[in-house]
């Protein structure tokens, strides 16, 4: 039997006391370091905005492409702009199953958001747009989006606004005629790649710990370590490759989807390509439903627990479920500044 | 033959250049002060808000009404908000002849500004509704606006949203279930009741004399002169009374009306309120083309000089139009701050 004296025993339930409170969070902390040098590794931060060498962000051309993102006056019916089915209030996506276009066209699929979309490897579910530029162009005359019945029309619309005609000027001074489709898509193709949206994943990525709650931690490292990041990869968390949807068994057993979309096929006519979509950005998920191509499901929770039931073939359990539904809300991120407020358009006279 | 010193021959020329100079500047001054008064009697610049006794503005119900001016989820097909048929980036008002609701269906007239919206003796073309928080209640529920089966169907869609639950508690903090249609209709009242626009017209008339052009200056005296503020009175420059439209002549003989419309006759039935309509407000007329209750005429210009022929029963020339039209664009005002910045609404989960 070991005699303390009376000093040490009075010192030792301290020391014991620090040493409970102080080895767990050191532990904890080491926890943090570790699970953000994994996820630094495979996702990373998001940049301070999409450039691109085919179309430079300029100033100018980022305040032409945000009045063009409100004009309705170059759709068909006059009810179509960019922001119709981007509502930044909604977090640029639109809450409908699927988007409605000019005379309630619906679209073949699910609206996605704008906010970080220009960082994919394409635009649309199915990758048949190659970029913001290639969307915003197609948009104009698309039958379901805008509906206009030419390029020519659209630009004629444009040069009837005095206005539009010095912002053009001022946002591509070497062009002899400045108002055409091709700019009119750049400027929103810049406007766009200015839109994202950095979020606590960020900051903790950042360095800032406690950025994050535990449970969207637990829900980081469950999101790695279940293979969702597998596909879901890039500071997007997605949008970098295309993926058939429903590896182990078909989508639409899980979904309610009312009919079997082939995907990619219908772009490649690949039999290869059939059900292939692209990996959605999981940016700002839990402020866009409903999910999947055709948003044929409208809660997150259900949307976490068919993906890995039908893409990594596990019947993933609620808490787990749960933590990874808690990590997509630290994706949640800030709108920037300049796109919540809004631009006045060229008036008619 | 009076003989000059040689001092006063030298001095003679440069006073009566400074005579010449100055008399004018002294005349216009005084001109400006008349114009001024006159106009002060029978317009008067703009409030800073439009009160109500039934509905205090607070800056909780401001709050939550600019979010629900966003809100689609509360209509039948998930794509009409207020600000689908007021986006604040066409001053609120749509562009379009006549308004489009959910599903595509045409509202029986041309959208007005929510812009000094709440001043007026009634809302709507023919006065049916008879404040702004009763036009948003009545939206809800009405057949081409949001389209919604009934208030619960909005109360319910509304109660799936904590954040709401928390931002109606805030702001009708005395009413033990605050989420309802009645307090959703205040808030927006609230909201729209804040959004009045001051123009280079209410700085002029606070004495600032060259915040209007001397074209200006000069339409706004025809337009005094020629009796338009007949019915054009008050800060609002509108929107006090109910008048016919085509006193002289019918007015569908100079409109391109596709059909005639018999206007508050269908409220009250009264024969002599066949062809009446609300007198609307002229605040930011240029940016809020098309004109009249049917969107029939396209150009400010042509608008005015139809409301002299079957107004007035004068064929104003085209000097006098082009003076008046000056006048309306010195009424584009500038819109709140609060209103062009965009609000999130609550998420799914």
Same mark, same amino acid.
């Given at each position: 039997?070991?005699?303390?004296?009376?000093?040490?025993?009075?010192?030792?339930?301290?020391?014991?006391?620090i040493?409970?409170l102080?080895?767990?969070?050191?532990? @904890? =902390?080491a926890?943090? /370091?570790?699970?953000?040098?994994?996820?630094?590794?495979?996702?990373?931060?998001?940049?301070?905005?999409?450039?691109?060498?085919?179309?430079?962000?300029?100033?100018?051309?980022?305040r032409?492409?945000?009045?063009l993102?409100?004009?309705?006056?170059?759709? &068909?019916d006059?009810?179509?702009?960019?922001?119709?089915c981007?509502?930044? =209030?909604?977090?640029?996506?639109? %809450?409908?199953?699927? *988007?409605?276009?000019?005379?309630?066209?619906?679209?073949?699929?699910?609206?996605?958001?704008?906010?970080? *979309?220009?960082?994919?490897?394409?635009?649309?579910?199915? #990758?048949?747009?190659?970029?913001? +530029?290639?969307q915003?162009?197609?948009?104009?005359?698309?039958?379901?989006? @805008?509906?206009?019945?030419?390029?020519?029309?659209?630009?004629?619309?444009?040069?009837?606004?005095?206005?539009?005609?010095?912002?053009?000027? =001022?946002?591509?001074p070497?062009d002899?005629?400045?108002?055409?489709?091709?700019?009119?898509?750049?400027?929103?193709?810049a406007? +766009?790649?200015?839109? &994202?949206?950095?979020?606590?994943?960020?900051?903790?990525?950042?360095?800032t710990?406690?950025?994050?709650?535990?449970?969207?931690k637990?829900?980081?490292?469950?999101?790695?370590d279940?293979?969702?990041?597998?596909?879901?990869?890039?500071?997007?968390v %997605?949008?970098?490759?295309?993926?058939?949807?429903?590896?182990?068994?078909?989508? /639409?057993?899980?979904?309610?989807?009312?009919?079997?979309?082939? #995907?990619?096929?219908?772009?490649?006519?690949s039999e290869?390509?059939?059900?292939?979509?692209?990996v959605?950005?999981?940016r700002?998920a839990?402020?866009?439903?409903?999910?999947?191509?055709d948003?044929?499901?409208?809660?997150?929770?259900?949307?976490?627990?068919?993906? #890995?039931?039908i893409?990594?073939?596990?019947?993933?359990?609620?808490e787990?479920?749960?933590?990874?539904?808690?990590?997509?809300?630290?994706?949640?991120?800030?709108i920037? /500044?300049?796109?919540?407020?809004?631009?006045?358009?060229?008036?008619? +006279?």
């Amino acid at each position: 039997m070991i005699i303390m004296p009376v000093e040490e025993k009075r010192i030792w339930p301290f020391t014991l006391l620090i040493l409970l409170l102080v080895v767990p969070l050191v532990a @904890f =902390a080491a926890d943090d /370091e570790a699970l953000r040098q994994r996820a630094s590794q495979i996702l990373g931060p998001l940049p301070s905005a999409m450039p691109s060498e085919e179309n430079p962000i300029t100033p100018e051309k980022v305040r032409l492409g945000k009045i063009l993102f409100y004009e309705p006056r170059i759709s &068909v019916d006059g009810t179509v702009s960019c922001s119709k089915c981007h509502p930044i =209030a909604l977090y640029a996506a639109d %809450g409908l199953r699927k *988007a409605v276009g000019h005379n309630c066209k619906e679209n073949p699929r699910n609206d996605p958001t704008v906010f970080n *979309a220009a960082s994919q490897i394409s635009e649309h579910w199915i #990758g048949n747009r190659t970029s913001v +530029e290639d969307q915003a162009k197609q948009a104009v005359i698309g039958p379901p989006a @805008f509906g206009m019945p030419s390029y020519e029309s659209v630009e004629k619309v444009l040069r009837g606004y005095k206005q539009y005609e010095t912002l053009f000027r =001022a946002a591509f001074p070497s062009d002899k005629e400045p108002v055409t489709v091709d700019n009119f898509a750049k400027a929103i193709g810049a406007f +766009e790649r200015t839109l &994202v949206t950095p979020a606590p994943f960020d900051a903790f990525l950042k360095g800032t710990a406690d950025a994050m709650t535990a449970e969207q931690k637990k829900g980081l490292g469950t999101f790695i370590d279940q293979g969702c990041i597998g596909c879901h990869f890039s500071p997007y968390v %997605g949008g970098q490759m295309y993926q058939k949807f429903g590896i182990f068994e078909p989508y /639409e057993k899980y979904t309610k989807s009312e009919k079997v979309d082939e #995907g990619r096929y219908a772009v490649t006519k690949s039999e290869s390509d059939k059900y292939i979509f692209k990996v959605p950005v999981l940016r700002n998920a839990a402020m866009t439903p409903p999910y999947f191509h055709d948003g044929s499901v409208d809660k997150l929770t259900d949307a976490v627990w068919i993906m #890995g039931k039908i893409q990594l073939g596990k019947d993933l359990p609620g808490e787990q479920v749960q933590d990874i539904v808690s990590f997509l809300h630290a994706l949640t991120g800030e709108i920037p /500044e300049e796109a919540r407020t809004i631009p006045v358009l060229p008036s008619g +006279e």
